[in-house]
């Protein structure tokens, strides 16, 4: 399964403008009409249905408790493809152009169809974001309240179950989600509270990843969908996943993800940007696992050229004994 071809949906939560203001913002870009639909009242919702009659929609979010209820928008975007993406960056262009901002409450969720997913997929999912979850959350900036009410982590309880009864179905998996065999999922399970939330795959079809901050700048919501898919397609490619939990170390932490990014498959041009935003925030040199050399070592390196000479990364395995230095992208 290429990343491409992975269908997604984006939620992105603003304030500061009217929900009409949000709408007519979405429509300068994807054309259509604006209509307010209003009901329920509690979302307030308003719709924008696009020239390809798609379904763009505006409603209240009662968690953006910052700014009053009128100026609360959150922007649920319709079923969108890989070449949506520069449609959907115009939009958030948009929604920034007129006036829409973010404050720290205010979070983006990215949807992945989940029709490809069987319970083995969904397994190695949960195992590939559980051992690399320290970085991606030190990497996405994630603040101690989302991880602690909103984006939880996932569970050592989870992973060891998947790893004892190897799922092979999504009825097996959902056994193991919710802890009994759940036929009607509702839409406000406590399970939906994490980062990657499973919940989803039987409540709507899909897999939702709620770790985002919000953000107004095209180029990060590009390299969050561009993420999701990469690791769902990971997911969806491999036979199995190691579930051996990955250390944070900050010495190294930029080179660690950077490889990890790699490993994704996220790799040359078509995704440099996504790189280039996904470890900016993120402690260590991206192009050497244990930082540059220092005068005296660069010294040394001139008088033995052989000590200088860098190597490509090794093949990735995740744990922590990848070699000490490679070469950049």
Known sequence: MDLRWINFGIEIETVKRTRERVAQAIQSVVGGQVRHIGSPGSFDPWEVTDEHGRVWKVVSDGSLINVP???RAEVVSPVLSYEDIPVLQEVVRALRACGAKVDDRCGIHVHVDATAFDGRTLGNLAKIVYKQEALILTALGVNETRRRNYSKPVSDDLIAQIERRRPRTRD?????????HNRQPQHYDSTRY???NLHNVW???TVEFRWFEG???????KAYVQLVLAVAAKALNGRAASSRKRSFDPQSARYDFR?????????G????????????????DSAFKRGRAKPDNTLSAIQNPQSAIETRPPAFSGDETIGTQGGAS
């Open 194 to 196: 994490h980062g990657v």
């Open 269 to 284: 041009d078509e995704f440099k940007t996504a790189r280039k935003h996904l470890i900016a925030a993120l402690p260590g």
């Open 259 to 267: 490889v990890f990014l790699l490993h994704l498959g996220l790799i």
């Open 215 to 221: 953000t107004l700048h095209a180029g990060k919501v």
């Open 172 to 180: 097996q998996l959902n056994h193991i989600w919710y802890g009994y």
């Open 69 to 71: 209820v009128h100026l």
């Open 203 to 205: 409540y709507r079809g």
